[in-house]
């Protein structure tokens, strides 16, 4: 009777053994195809930034939410997380996430009108004062290192609430020459409010 019951654990032993090493087996294929589907999509043109959004659902990109009083709003399942910004750092930033296909820096005097007036929406009950505007016309005149400077405080304030390699697709960002933009995906957008380029509700 003992031996039975010997026997009867080692037989469940070697077959949880089977299972783990089938299982393994399986998840080592699954990995295989996955990286294959990566490169493809990769080869089709699919920025990583989408790839990992798909695969990683809300985990780890949260929601960009701009509420109806233009509030700047990291949003996922466990919490949510205002990103404070002084008003023409975020009327830049509100400004490229409003343009998905990027801003060439030497074409920002063409949006100095559209930023002037996010910069108006929030603060209606600022004057535009010679200071304001001397800033609104520092920040689009691409020979000044103003716009630089607002990417850089951007930047940070995102790395100091996410993942370093998450907080670069909430970012400004591009390379030297072409067009600069916030590479999150459009998806993980969510407007609430109405802009001057009647982007949003």
Not at 39 to 62: S, T, W
Not at 142 to 170: D, H, Q, W
Request: with cysteine.
């Amino acid at each position: 009777m003992s031996n039975t019951k010997t026997q009867k654990a080692m037989d469940t032993q070697m077959k949880e053994m089977i299972k783990e090493e089938l299982k393994q087996f399986h998840c080592s294929i699954l990995l295989d195809e996955v990286k294959e589907k990566v490169r493809r999509l990769k080869a089709y043109g699919v920025e990583d930034a989408e790839i990992i959004a798909v695969m990683n659902e809300e985990e780890l990109f949260p929601q960009l939410v701009v509420t109806k009083d233009y509030e700047i709003v990291l949003l996922s399942d466990e919490k949510e997380v205002k990103v404070e910004m002084e008003p023409l750092v975020k009327a830049v930033y509100l400004l490229f996430l409003s343009h998905p296909e990027g801003i060439v820096l030497k074409c920002l005097p063409d949006y100095r009108e559209e930023l002037t007036a996010l910069y108006l929406l929030l603060r209606p009950n600022d004057w535009l004062t010679d200071r304001i505007k001397k800033s609104i016309w520092d920040v689009t005149n691409p020979m000044l290192n103003s716009i630089n400077e607002k990417c850089t405080r951007i930047r940070k304030l995102f790395s100091g609430i996410l993942p370093p390699n998450v907080a670069r697709y909430y970012a400004i960002s591009g390379k030297r020459g072409e067009a600069k933009k916030i590479d999150l995906v459009r998806a993980n957008v969510i407007w609430k409010c109405k802009l001057p380029n009647s982007q949003g509700l």
